[in-house]
């Protein structure tokens, strides 16, 4: 079974430039969270989708971070326009349901220079 | 407000011998909880996780233990190897916060 897949790895952008991330989840997880990680920190929720509908998304900085779940299965995450602070990893991650163990994706980092 | 905290930032042992993974949590409402390990550049991988029904929950060498009234977790891991040494992040979530709420993590290295 494949696992969690995050594209790209890797992005360095300047601030202001706009910048999205991709995540497919493992198939048949009818949830999907997207986190934030800074260093030496743990993963902190973001947005948390219900098939297609974001059910929390209080942490989502809404004035530059959208995000969206097309069909209930692939997820972008958007970042526009970036600020220096926004340098993390961005992780996904995907599970049956709220009640059960989230899988992760291998994120991805990001650097805002 | 750190709902879940893990106080030691790192933790050394050698290999074969046992390591213990503290976690405390303040939400009394928390009834779910994990274990993840993280090696660099990787995600988080799920390790093992408990229910608030339950006080312990085993598999293989990793073995986690719940005590509620305290608000207390811990990892066991015996015996520990060189391959164990990674970030091991305490999760835990309730009917009152469906999200995860992770701990700041723990670096372990397990010495030869």
């Known amino acids: 079974e494949a696992g969690v897949v995050q594209s790209p790895r890797y992005k360095i952008i300047e601030k202001k430039q706009p910048v999205a991330f991709w995540c497919n989840p493992i198939?048949?997880?009818?949830?999907l969270y997207w986190y934030l990680q800074n260093l030496g920190q743990g993963p902190e929720l973001l947005i948390r989708?219900?098939?297609?509908?974001?059910?929390?998304d209080s942490q989502l900085p809404k004035d530059r971070f959208s995000a969206e779940r097309l069909k209930g299965v692939d997820s972008t995450l958007k970042i526009q326009p970036a600020e220096l602070g926004d340098s993390a990893v961005y992780l996904c991650?995907?599970?049956?349901?709220?009640?059960?163990?989230?899988?992760f994706g291998q994120g991805t980092r990001l650097t805002v220079v | 407000d750190q709902q879940v905290k893990q106080n030691s930032p790192s933790l050394s042992v050698q290999e074969g011998r046992i390591s213990i993974l503290n976690c405390d949590y303040t939400?009394?409402?928390?009834?779910?909880f994990l274990w993840y390990k993280k090696y660099p550049a990787e995600g988080p991988t799920f390790l093992i996780s408990?229910?608030?029904?339950?006080d312990k929950n085993e598999d293989g060498r990793f073995t986690v233990f719940l005590n509620k009234s305290a608000k207390h977790l811990s990892l066991h891991i015996v015996p520990s190897q060189p391959g164990d040494s990674a970030v091991y992040f305490c999760?835990?979530?309730?009917?009152?916060?469906?999200?995860?709420?992770f701990g700041t993590g723990t670096r372990l290295q397990v010495f030869p």
């Open positions: 991650a995907s599970s049956w349901d709220r009640h059960t163990e989230a899988f």
């Open positions: 198939s048949g997880h009818n949830t």
């Open positions: 999760a835990a979530s309730g009917e009152n916060t469906d999200k995860l709420i």
């Open positions: 989708y219900e098939n297609e509908e974001a059910v929390d």
């Open positions: 939400n009394s409402m928390f009834d779910y």
């Open positions: 408990i229910s608030s029904i339950k």
